[in-house]
T-cell receptor
Framework: QKEVEQNSGPLSVPEGAIASLNCTYS??????FFWYRQYSGKSPELIMS????GDKEDGRFTAQLNKASQYVSLLIRDSQPSDSATYLC??????????FGSGTRLQVQP | NAGVTQTPKFRILKIGQSMTLQCTQD?????MYWYRQDPGMGLKLIYY???????DKGEVPNGYNVSRSTTEDFPLRLELAAPSQTSVYFC?????????????FGSGTQLSVL
């Protein structure tokens, strides 16, 4: 079982819709969870971090964490074509480094 | 402020050649990382360092070596390059570890081994 799993996609949504990206992790000791966005040919950039169960909102982005189910998600409201990118879920497993999922490619159709 | 600088941006190697990927940061960060990203995949940790003189293996260290003689520099050495090492390599840094801090990434090195 992979430590951090994501659906590779592509996930295609129309402009203005809500995009829902999901991530599951295997290590129950994980305490910190991150979403990075990566445009094609570019390096990843942090968009959200979440440490406690529940929702965390930042503008059009909402991260959701459920530690009992070992599940973290990212919702993007009012999706824009500029949101088209690969979204990487990353988990801190206490090893002084993040473990990344394989990423979900999001396509927002104008 | 330059941040994390990686050189070269692109490189083609022949099988069996060796090279060093350079990474330097000017933010006085203690933690530095090397990740590789294969096409359509996520980032896999090669090596990391929590300070000058301290390095440790990540998930995929075979075929690579690192050193950390200064806080600023964290070079990655490839010995006897193999086609399986064709990938994009990212160096990253953070002040005190990945928890509660974002990773600052370099722009990457695209390496092809033919």
């Amino acid at each position: 079982q992979k430590e951090v799993e994501q659906n590779s996609g592509p996930l295609s949504v129309p402009e203005g819709a809500i995009a829902s990206l999901n991530c599951t992790y295997s290590d129950r000791v994980s305490q910190s969870f991150f979403w990075y966005r990566q445009y094609s040919g570019k390096s990843p950039e942090l968009i959200m971090s979440i440490y406690s169960n529940g929702d965390k909102e930042d503008g059009r982005f909402t991260a959701q964490l459920n530690k009992a189910s070992q599940y973290v998600s990212l919702l993007i409201r009012d999706s824009q074509p500029s949101d088209s990118a690969t979204y990487l879920c990353a988990v801190d497993t206490g090893r002084r480094a993040l473990t990344f999922g394989s990423g979900t490619r999001l396509q927002v159709q104008p | 402020n330059a941040g994390v600088t990686q050189t070269p941006k692109f490189r083609i190697l022949k099988i069996g050649q060796s090279m060093t990927l350079q990474c330097t940061q000017d933010m006085n960060h203690n933690y530095m990382y090397w990740y590789r990203q294969d096409p359509g995949m996520g980032l896999k940790l090669i090596y990391y360092s929590v300070g000058a003189g301290i390095t440790d293996k990540g998930e995929v260290p075979n075929g690579y070596n690192v050193s950390r003689s200064t806080t600023e520099d964290f070079p990655l050495r490839l010995e006897l390059a193999a086609p399986s090492q064709t990938s994009v390599y990212f160096c990253a840094s953070t002040p005190r570890g990945p928890v509660g801090e974002k990773l600052f990434f370099g722009s990457g090195t695209q390496l092809s081994v033919l």
